[in-house]
């Protein structure tokens, strides 16, 4: 499967953004998709996660209460609602999908992965 994360764009610390992913090919809907994140001079990070079926989902401490991960099998598209962003949220974020792993949090936990799409929040 083919990703697009789309959505990204400059606001003001306390405003929202939605990012979305979507999916080219089959078996977007047999595959977990998670959403991960890279700011500049840093590691790309795990943000979020929802599997296929979208009964569970996880997120990162540092978004837990702000960001929701959510997805439309039917649209083959997975969104991310970002509220209340911060500066530190400033990053390239990625949307990504495999099959279920343990290693859902980490990058080689997923097969494919699209180009990202800038956010950044400013002070």
């Known amino acids: 499967v083919q990703l697009q994360a789309s959505g990204g764009g400059l606001v003001h610390a306390g405003d929202s953004l939605t990012l979305t992913c979507t999916a080219y090919?089959?078996?977007?809907?047999?595959?977990?998709l998670g959403w991960f994140r890279q700011a500049p001079g840093k590691e790309r990070e795990f943000v979020s996660t929802i599997t296929r079926s979208g009964d569970t989902v996880y997120y990162a401490d540092s978004v837990k209460g702000r960001f929701t991960v959510s997805r439309d099998n039917d649209k083959n598209t997975g969104y991310l609602q970002m509220n209340s962003l911060v500066p530190d949220d400033t990053a390239i974020y990625y949307c990504?999908?495999?099959?279920?792993?343990?290693?859902?949090?980490?990058?080689?936990?997923?097969?494919?992965w699209g180009p990202g799409t800038l956010v950044t929040v400013s002070s």
């Open positions: 090919g089959r078996f977007f809907s047999s595959y977990t």
């Open positions: 990504a999908a495999g099959p279920w792993s343990r290693f859902y949090a980490l990058p080689r936990g997923y097969k494919s």
